[in-house]
């Protein structure tokens, strides 16, 4: 045992001494299951919906009616999915929906990346005002541009047609300048390394850049999906065809009774359930991409 003095002459064993308090981790402790339970409790909240969702797509017409919010349907059934797949168009609106979906997410990942790559790195006269135009565009209301979009489409020739819906969706705002900002975030020494070996522009971009930027175009071909899987807006402006129905069209057709399916819960229910499993699937899959970091690395 060690003994120090004080300043007053009196000594005291450092043995003795009082052991530093663990008050903030003996809180921490003490908080951590109650932040769970508030945690649980937002979940179920978010999650509890989508439960009544499915368990009501299983339900009877009447059942659906009598207890609508029940987990647990009295009667199990799979009426509205027969419903759905053999007696109404949903077939249709659902290949409608992969086929702009795939098409668009394809084309907006490589224009927002181009698009991206050239605010980002290439140097021209008005690339300032191209990129305050595009936070400019962010800012605006899409319903503020609906009635321009179907003049466009209109004057174009494209109204009521696949090009119609889909190319005025090959390129986002959004998705551009989060493309910009990782492509920033890239240290220019990779590709000065591959312009000494000789590489173009566009080969820099491709086969160097492109590579690196694999959590930024995670998250455009995530967004890119889920948007056209959902849009609903710019497929009303720019189609009227019953042949040309997306999912979005025509789950919103059944919910407003338009299609005869006015007091039919479980068919409306079920088709929406449907429609939810490819975004989850999506999610699911490559949730951990989004969050990597760009891989490779350069010494300095």
């Known amino acids: 045992m060690t003994v120090t003095a ?12 009082p052991a530093p308090a663990a008050g903030p981790r003996r809180r921490s402790r003490r908080t951590a299951p109650l932040l769970y339970l508030v945690l649980a409790g937002l979940a179920l909240v978010y999650i509890l919906p989508f439960l009544i969702e499915i368990a009501t797509s299983f339900k009877t017409e009447v059942d659906a009616s009598n207890d609508p919010i029940a987990l647990i349907p009295p009667t199990w059934t799979t009426a509205a999915y027969s419903y759905l797949f053999t ?18 997410t394809i084309a907006r990942t490589l224009f927002d990346s181009a698009a991206g790559y050239a605010l980002a790195r290439l140097r021209f006269r008005g690339r300032n005002a ?12 899409g319903v503020v541009l609906l009635i321009p979009k179907f003049l466009v489409i209109n004057q174009l ?8 819906m889909i190319v005025p969706l090959f390129a986002d705002a959004a998705g551009v300048f989060i493309m910009k900002n990782f492509f920033e975030s890239i240290p220019s020494a990779v590709e000065e390394a591959a312009r000494v070996d000789g590489a173009s522009t566009l080969r820099v971009f491709w086969s160097v850049v492109l590579p690196m ?3 930024a ?19 009303i402006v ?28 479980p068919v409306q229910l079920g088709a929406a359930a449907i429609m939810t499993v490819p975004i989850a699937v999506l999610f699911v899959v490559f949730q951990r991409r989004i ?4 891989s490779g690395a350069v010494k300095e």
């Open 6 to 17: 004080t300043r007053t002459g009196q000594t005291v064993a450092d043995d003795a001494r």
């Open 87 to 104: 007696q109404s168009d949903f077939p249709l609106w659902f290949a409608n929906s992969a086929i702009v979906t795939v098409i668009v």
């Open 130 to 141: 191209i990129y305050a135009g595009l936070v400019a565009v962010m800012a605006v209301p």
């Open 157 to 164: 020739g494209m109204f009521d047609s696949y090009p119609g």
């Open 213 to 215: 930027a694999r959590p």
């Open 217 to 235: 175009l995670v998250t455009i071909v995530i967004l890119s999906f889920q948007g056209s899987w959902n849009e609903l807006a710019q497929f």
């Open 238 to 265: 720019s189609s009227s065809s019953p042949d040309l129905y997306t999912l979005t069209k025509g789950v919103a057709s059944l919910s407003s009774g338009q299609l005869g399916a006015a007091k039919r819960y």
């Open 291 to 294: 969050t990597n970091t760009a």
